[in-house]
């Protein structure tokens, strides 16, 4: 495919992919393969003719990090693609549950793809695959707990990309006060492991009181 059609289309991919809550498995393979297609595996560029770019180059040209499809993203995504041939993905199986299948299977694909498949369709597959790969226990309830909020907020920039937005919206002033409690929320995190497991309970008490009245606000 030529480069100026494959920039265009991932364009086009990279568009449809932002404007949706839900992302089709359908795109997120084709923007997949078209992105294994057309950059380098970072060992130096091929000769010849052939026309590779980078992963970082070939963000900049669909526009991909400022919808929420930047540079480390599309990197998991080329090497989803390069790793699962068309034929040993699953169709009733989303992109990235096959992700996470390999991952617990350490890059196996038969052992991911058999372990997949003996899950059911709608099965929290982040959940079960990290279960096996980081044990049980409060810390691993709460680094998945760090997860799912961390990639709530990833998706945050893709729902602004493209809106305009100027900052004198209506509404506006609320999501920056919405942002700053979140700041708030991370730093008492931050301390609260700094200072140590074991804190005071009267300190975490009042610490709790101050975030429920903050969210009353």
């Not at 970072?42 to 963000?59: C, D, H, T, V, Y």
């Amino acid at each position: 495919m030529e480069l100026e059609h494959a920039v265009r289309k991932g364009q086009l991919l990279v568009a449809a992919l932002a404007k949706r809550d839900v992302k089709q498995s359908s795109d997120l393979w084709e923007l997949a393969d078209l992105t294994a297609e057309v950059t380098h595996n970072g060992k130096g560029r091929p000769g010849g003719n052939e026309q590779k770019l980078s992963i970082s180059e070939w963000a900049e040209q669909i526009r991909g990090t400022e919808s929420g499809y930047g540079v480390s993203t599309l990197r998991k995504m080329c090497n989803e693609a390069r790793a699962w041939l068309p034929e040993k993905r699953l169709d009733d199986r989303t992109f990235w549950q096959h992700y996470e299948a390999r991952e617990w299977a350490k890059g196996d694909i038969t052992k991911a793809r058999r372990w997949l498949r003996e899950r059911a369709v709608d099965a929290n597959i982040t959940r079960e695959g990290r279960s096996s790969l980081d044990g049980t226990g409060p810390v691993y309830d709460a680094t998945l707990e760090l997860i799912d909020a961390r990639k709530s907020i990833l998706r945050v920039p893709a729902k602004l990309a493209g809106s305009g937005i100027l900052g004198n919206e209506p509404n506006y002033p609320v999501f920056r006060h919405e942002l700053e409690k979140l700041k708030n929320a991370i730093s008492y995190l931050d301390r609260y492991l700094a200072d140590e497991i074991v804190v005071d309970a009267t300190e975490l008490d009042e610490a709790i009181r101050g975030i429920l009245a903050a969210e009353g606000s």
